[in-house]
């Protein structure tokens, strides 16, 4: 079973950035999600295994950024302008995910 670590979250001012980081198989169409306080959890965006074509969520295009880097079997998430509605807990998975999903790391945007 493949394990979800994701890390990089922390507590930014409105405005700020973060860079997530997320371990995944170099072979899998990996796909940001978050999930906010009484929300359902959504998919933010999505990378091909090659890392050629991205897709984002209407909420975060423009001001997030997804890439791989194959050779370490990573791909990240860029966010910058943050705003508070971005305040969530983020997950990496599969596009469509598996039926398990890692801890997430918390992303609190406030001042």
């Known amino acids: 079973q493949v394990q979800f670590v994701e890390s990089g979250g922390g507590l930014v001012q409105p405005g700020g950035s973060l860079r997530l980081s997320c371990g995944v198989s170099r072979s899998m169409y990996a796909g940001w999600y978050r999930q906010a306080p009484g929300k359902q959890r959504e998919l933010v965006a999505r990378i091909t295994s090659a890392g050629g074509s991205t897709n984002y969520a209407d909420s975060v295009k423009g001001r997030f950024t997804i890439s791989r880097d194959n050779a370490k079997n990573t791909v990240y998430l860029q966010m910058n302008s943050l705003k508070p509605e971005d305040t969530a807990v983020y997950y990496c998975?599969?596009?469509?995910?598996?039926?398990?999903w890692g801890q997430g790391t918390q992303v609190t945007v406030s001042s």
């Open positions: 998975n599969k596009v469509p995910p598996y039926g398990y």
